[in-house]
């Protein structure tokens, strides 16, 4: 069932009052199936997602109209002007007047992808386990060479089998398989998780956590925690036939959000090829000093292919890149999102602020400095502003539209 035509609808009356009956009915469904759709592919609750895109639109209007506070929470949705002033508060950290005349720039947009896997979010128990590790010089197939190993160590055995990644032990390659056991050296873990199903194919497994990382997750209004990720194997005669993947999460206090920057002092040695992979590596293999100790790193995708580069504190390099002066959107994640979605995502802001962008003008720049298991990013994108906005420019007030 397609939940797009529904949220569509849901979009264009963002400010009424919704009757979730009447919206499940619409999409033929009841309305706990409705509610379990919409979160597994929005990443959001529908009450949630519902507040979030009405404050999205009101402070859009307090940036950009003369309207009161009082209009404006009637337009958008909320109750009445102390309701709109507690949400602005809880959510940017200001009250309404100095978001208007702030930097700052809050985005919720409306949701236009497409689930590719259905994604679970609740509470999941994975049971004390007994670790066993399989070593093996060959990393491709290691997975089902290790279940052989497993039931060849253990015939007969029928509970629920978990594994994951392990530490490598010089040229071997490690996995470890967590097993039910009366020798249990790991105790019962409960948290959220996020959780999504895939077939035992190695591709559709890898495109499976790519989707739950760095497209579901990115966009929700969750966050990875430091608990350890696990695969469970679902078995069907013996044999593992689908994959049930276990992301640990919590919620986040903060989305991303975008500002609006000036002139930003930003130094790249960068490298192009026709694959990222491949400009990485000639980065790697050119400035290995300055990649050595850098913590930010610049990807830009573009028609010829990609380039890629390490920040540098000034341009002393003949192959520098140093960022032309101008006005440039920023779009600050606090975990690595998928960089064509939210180039998409920067560039939907940018048209409805009146504001001249291109694809070809965006770039992400990845931050380490947490740690390279922890990566957040920041997207770029130079625009041109409008003549209205140039004008407020000169009054220290960057007040273009907000979607």
Known sequence: ML??????????NIAD??????????????????YRELYSVIGHTMGEYIRRRRLSNALALIKTSQFSLADIACRCGFSSQSALNRAVRQTVGMTPSAYKTGE???????????????????PEHIPATQCLRYYDPKYIGIEDRALEWLFAQ????????????????????????????DQADHPVISALFATTTAPNEEAKINAAWDYLYLAWLAGSMFERTEQPYFEEYIMKNGRPVKLRLFLPIQRRADCANITLEQNPALHFVVASAKTEKAAARDVMA?????????????????AHGCTCG?????????????????????????????YHALCERLLAF??????AAQREDCFAVYDAHAGFKNLGMKLYCSVKLSQNNENLELCEKTTPRQM
Do not use: W
């Not at 939940?3 to 264009?12: C, D, H, R, V, Y």
């Not at 919206?23 to 009841?30: K, N, V, W």
């Not at 007969?156 to 967590?178: H, I, M, P, T, W």
């Open 154 to 181: 253990r015939p007969g055995y029928n509970g629920r089998v978990f594994g994951r990644s392990g530490k490598q032990l010089g040229a071997e390659s490690c996995y470890e398989l967590y097993i039910e056991s």
């Open 104 to 122: 700052a720039y809050y985005f919720f947009p409306p949701f236009a992808g497409q689930a590719l896997f259905p994604v679970s979010v609740k």
């Open 350 to 355: 940018a048209a409805g602020n009146n504001m």
């Open 17 to 34: 009052d919704h009757n979730m009956q009447r919206l499940a009915q619409a999409g033929l469904l009841s309305r706990s199936q409705l």
């Open 286 to 302: 050119n400035y290995p000093q300055a990649a050595q100790h850098a913590r930010e790193f610049y990807v830009q995708h573009n």
């Open 3 to 12: 939940l797009e035509p529904l949220l569509a609808k849901l979009e264009q």
């Open 310 to 338: 390490v920040r540098v504190g000034e341009p002393n390099e003949e192959h520098t890149l140093t960022l032309p002066p101008g006005h440039y959107l920023v779009l600050h994640s606090p975990v690595m999102g998928d």
